[in-house]
């Protein structure tokens, strides 16, 4: 199985969420198959299942860091609107910053 791929540079904060959540889901599912194949000594597919586990992770993390640096932007570009418009309200009230 190929590693998983690291996640597109865009996306809206709603699509990393899903996709961040979606590995983790795929990080737990993969770590509980490694457990119980170390338990039974299958320790070939726990192996398997334990780097399955390390890249979904390594995936997810990644995903969560796109989405940090989109919420930042988001919030950055909103407070530029806001300062924007309060210096455009005192321009035509002629009031001055």
């Known amino acids: 199985m190929p590693e998983p791929r690291a996640p597109a540079p865009a996306g809206t904060v709603d699509e990393l969420r899903e996709v961040a959540a979606e590995q983790l889901a795929l ?3 993969h770590s509980t198959l490694a457990v ?3 338990s039974v000594l299958a320790d070939a597919g726990a192996l ?3 780097r399955r586990a390390v890249a979904h992770i390594r995936h ?3 995903t969560l860091k796109l989405m940090e640096e989109a919420v930042s932007k988001a919030a950055t570009e909103a407070e530029q609107r806001r300062a924007e418009r309060g210096l455009n309200g005192r321009q035509r009230r002629g009031e001055r910053a």
Do not use: G, I, K, R
């Open 36 to 38: 119980d194949q170390f």
């Open 60 to 62: 997810a993390v990644a």
């Open 48 to 50: 398997y299942n334990a």
């Open 27 to 29: 990080t737990a599912f």
